[in-house]
């Protein structure tokens, strides 16, 4: 089986999401999220409205949209990949979201994700990514992508795959908050 980044956000969220998930197959009902929705819908708008656009300022040489990468362990849907002047490559994606000075843990999860996808499939260096922010104005955010990143997302689809094929019930997060609007709260033991 092949993980996506949010397969590797619920996991690092609470190892618990993919035991009851993907061992007891019972289903989380994001599509009922308004903000997930609407973000999507955003996203897509978003990917349409910058297709001829070209990042001069950051050394962007070319772009490929929507591409879909596969390695052994992963998969996922980039918004764009960038081939940039020195050489190196990055992953772009779009945020339905306003950038409040801070980027979220999950963000860059997806950017690592993408990063270790894009090493993997083009055969050349992640060193940054980049988020876009829609609802301030596409602000452009810079994110670094060390080696030690990509590693940590493929011990993470590792630790994902132990778990679903030998249904082993991981320990719950140590950040006992994150329960309280847990989506399986009702079911986990405490």
């Known amino acids: 089986m092949t993980l996506t980044p949010s397969h590797i956000i619920e996991y690092l969220y609470c190892p618990r999401f993919t035991y009851f998930e993907y061992v007891l197959t019972i289903p989380q009902y994001e599509e009922r999220n308004y903000k997930v929705m609407r973000g999507r819908e955003i996203h897509d708008r978003k990917l349409e409205e ?5 990042r001069q300022k950051i050394g962007v040489i070319k772009r490929y949209n929507d591409q879909y990468l596969t390695n052994e362990l992963l998969r996922g849907k980039i918004d764009e990949v960038l081939m940039l002047k020195d050489g190196t490559m990055a992953p772009l994606d779009y945020k339905f979201a306003i950038f409040e ?6 963000y860059k999860t997806q950017i690592f994700c993408y990063a270790w ?14 988020l876009v ?17 990509k590693q940590s997302v ?6 994902i795959n132990k778990i679903i094929s030998t249904n082993f019930f991981p320990k719950a997060t140590k950040y006992k ?14």
Not at 50 to 54: G, I, V
Not at 119 to 130: C, L, P, R, S, Y
Not at 133 to 149: F, G, H, P, W
Not at 154 to 159: D, G, K, R, T
């Open 177 to 190: 908050q994150r329960c309280v609007s847990c989506t399986y709260r009702n079911i986990c033991i405490k």
């Open 117 to 130: 996808l894009i090493e993997q499939n083009f055969d050349t260096i992640v060193k940054k990514g980049f």
């Open 50 to 54: 910058n297709k001829s656009y070209l």
């Open 101 to 106: 000075e801070r980027i979220y843990d999950t």
């Open 133 to 149: 922010y829609t609802r301030s104005k596409n602000k452009l955010i810079e994110i670094e992508v060390t080696k030690a990143d």
């Open 154 to 159: 493929e011990i993470c689809a590792q630790e």
